[in-house]
């Protein structure tokens, strides 16, 4: 059994920062990929940041120079830095872990972003 337990979510006024992580625990270990979706109220839920075993980052438009993504491959450990938070970074975010074949989800932290 997998679990990811994911902290950091609250409410920031515009232009400021907030830092999510995401701790995997279980069965699970060297994950190929670590990464986290997000999803707003009545639309899709998107990829916002994910990075490889080795290091590679990919970032979504929308967040590129604003978000960093970071992974301790020792502690199983995703984190995402949020920097210059946007009213339209609201929404629901998802640690995703991915261990091939096989892709597990967290619960889900709520992030508002408001003044």
């Known amino acids: 059994q997998v679990q990811l337990v994911e902290s950091g979510g609250g409410l920031v006024q515009p232009g400021g920062s907030l830092r999510l992580s995401c701790a995997a625990s279980?069965?699970?270990?060297?994950?190929?990929?670590m990464g986290w979706y997000r999803q707003a109220p009545g639309k899709q839920r998107e990829l916002v940041a994910r990075?490889?075993?080795?290091?590679?980052?990919y970032y979504a438009d929308s967040v590129k120079g604003r978000f960093t993504i970071s992974r301790d491959n020792a502690k199983n450990t995703v984190n995402l830095q949020m920097n210059s938070l946007k009213p339209e970074d609201k929404a629901v975010y998802y640690c995703?872990?991915?261990?091939?074949?096989?892709?597990?989800w967290g619960q889900g932290t709520q992030v508002t972003v408001s003044s």
């Open positions: 990075i490889w075993s080795g290091g590679n980052e």
């Open positions: 995703n872990v991915e261990r091939w074949p096989l892709q597990y």
């Open positions: 279980g069965s699970i270990s060297s994950p190929n990929v």
